[in-house]
C-alpha cells in the first residue's frame, strides 16, 4: 500500500550520468516560466559546455563553466549538454524537466542486480481525482506494480493509487513499480506519465502529464 504525504518536502533529486559526470537541474519540476538551474557536476578543469534546452538538437547557449539557467516554458523539456574537452566531445548528458502548472512528478530508478526498481514521487498543484501512472513498457521488458495495475491495449501498464482517490494541493502520492530487462546490459528511456481527472474552469478534464527524471537507465 502507497501512502499520501502532506509536505512540502525536496523531491527526489535527478541525476543523468556519463562517465561520471552528472547533470543535476535546481529542480526538474519548475512551475512554467519559472527559471532553473543547471550544473554538471565532476566535469573536468577547462571544460566547454553546449546547452541544448529544448531537446532540439541545436545548442543554445556555450559556456566556459559547468552551469547554466533557463525559464523553462510549459511543457516537457529534454535538456542536454555536450561537454567538450579539446576538440571532442567526453559526454553527452541529458534530464527530463517538465513545467506543468497542475502537477510535478518525478520518476527515479535504482538498479538492484538486474532489475531496475521506479520510484516516482506525484506532487498535487491543483485538487487530482484518480491519481495514476501510465508506463510505456520498453520492448522485450516487463513489468510488475505492489499497486493495483493493468496493461492496456497498447501494451502500457496502468497503475491505480490503492491509497488515494484525490490528491489536493500540496500533497504527495509515492508510486512505484519494477522493470525487467530481456537481458543483463539491456538499457531503456525512462517513460511514464501521471494521469488523472481535474477541474479546468466549470468541467473536469483528463490529464496526462510526462514525469520528469533521467533520460535513459
Known amino acids: 500500500m502507497r501512502t499520501v504525504m502532506v509536505t512540502a518536502c525536496l523531491m527526489i533529486g535527478v541525476l543523468s550520468f556519463g562517465q561520471g559526470l552528472a547533470l543535476i537541474p535546481s529542480t526538474a519540476i519548475p512551475e512554467p516560466g519559472s527559471e532553473v538551474s543547471f550544473q554538471v557536476s565532476g566535469a573536468p578543469a577547462g571544460a566547454q559546455f553546449k546547452w541544448d534546452f529544448n531537446g532540439d538538437g541545436r545548442p543554445d547557449a556555450t559556456t566556459n563553466q559547468p552551469w547554466a539557467n533557463w525559464t523553462v516554458p510549459a511543457g516537457a523539456w529534454n535538456v542536454m549538454v555536450d561537454v567538450i574537452q579539446g576538440s571532442r566531445?567526453?559526454?553527452?548528458?541529458?534530464?527530463?524537466?517538465?513545467?506543468?502548472?497542475?502537477?510535478?512528478?518525478?520518476?527515479?530508478?535504482?538498479?538492484?542486480?538486474?532489475?531496475?526498481?521506479?520510484?516516482?514521487?506525484?506532487?498535487?498543484?491543483?485538487?487530482?481525482?484518480?491519481p495514476g501512472l501510465t508506463v510505456d513498457v520498453p520492448p522485450g521488458w516487463t513489468a510488475t506494480s505492489l499497486d493495483p495495475a493493468r496493461m492496456n491495449e497498447q501494451g502500457q501498464l496502468e497503475i491505480l493509487a490503492a491509497s488515494a482517490t484525490v490528491l489536493y494541493p500540496g500533497q504527495e502520492l509515492v508510486l512505484q513499480y519494477v522493470l525487467y530487462p530481456p537481458s543483463a546490459r539491456a538499457r531503456a528511456r525512462l517513460a511514464c506519465s501521471v494521469t488523472g481527472i481535474v477541474t479546468v474552469g466549470d468541467h473536469k478534464e483528463r490529464v496526462s502529464v510526462p514525469v520528469a527524471g533521467p533520460l535513459t537507465f
Request: glycine share 12%; aromatic share 4%.
Open 89 to 130: 566531445s567526453i559526454s553527452q548528458l541529458g534530464v527530463v524537466v517538465v513545467a506543468d502548472s497542475r502537477l510535478g512528478a518525478v520518476g527515479e530508478v535504482r538498479w538492484t542486480g538486474d532489475v531496475a526498481e521506479v520510484t516516482v514521487v506525484i506532487r498535487a498543484r491543483t485538487e487530482i481525482f484518480g
